[in-house]
């Protein structure tokens, strides 16, 4: 992720915080050069050819509602469509039956 906008954070983290993640210390940071560099898959939301670009990783991008403003009830559809997509990344690079990344 580029980084999340300031305006949505408040919504955003008490949504996540309902699912029993504490994430009030964190702070949204710019993905850095040297992130994607030392990444296998890149996920994006937004931020477009803002991004560092490398050719050989894999990008994703998850075009989502942005939380900017809405109120809880609009962020939690959200947050859950992006708990579900990194549960299937995780399942599609880590596969249960041989325990390994695919890659």
Same mark, same amino acid.
């Given at each position: 992720m580029c980084g999340l906008r300031s305006r949505s954070i +408040? =919504?955003? $983290?008490?949504? /996540?915080?309902?699912? *029993?993640s504490d994430v009030a210390d964190q702070q949204p940071r710019v993905l850095t050069t040297d992130a $994607? =560099? !030392?990444s296998d898959v890149v996920i994006t939301m937004g931020c477009g050819d803002a991004c560092p670009y490398f050719p050989g990783k894999e990008y994703l991008t998850w *075009? +989502? *509602? *942005?939380p900017a403003g809405q109120p809880l009830e609009a962020v939690r559809p959200i947050r859950d469509e992006i708990r579900a997509r990194v549960e !299937?990344? /995780?399942a599609r690079l +880590?596969? !249960?039956e041989s325990g390994a990344p695919t890659r």
């Amino acid at each position: 992720m580029c980084g999340l906008r300031s305006r949505s954070i +408040l =919504q955003s $983290v008490a949504a /996540i915080t309902e699912e *029993d993640s504490d994430v009030a210390d964190q702070q949204p940071r710019v993905l850095t050069t040297d992130a $994607v =560099q !030392a990444s296998d898959v890149v996920i994006t939301m937004g931020c477009g050819d803002a991004c560092p670009y490398f050719p050989g990783k894999e990008y994703l991008t998850w *075009d +989502l *509602d *942005d939380p900017a403003g809405q109120p809880l009830e609009a962020v939690r559809p959200i947050r859950d469509e992006i708990r579900a997509r990194v549960e !299937a990344l /995780i399942a599609r690079l +880590l596969p !249960a039956e041989s325990g390994a990344p695919t890659r």
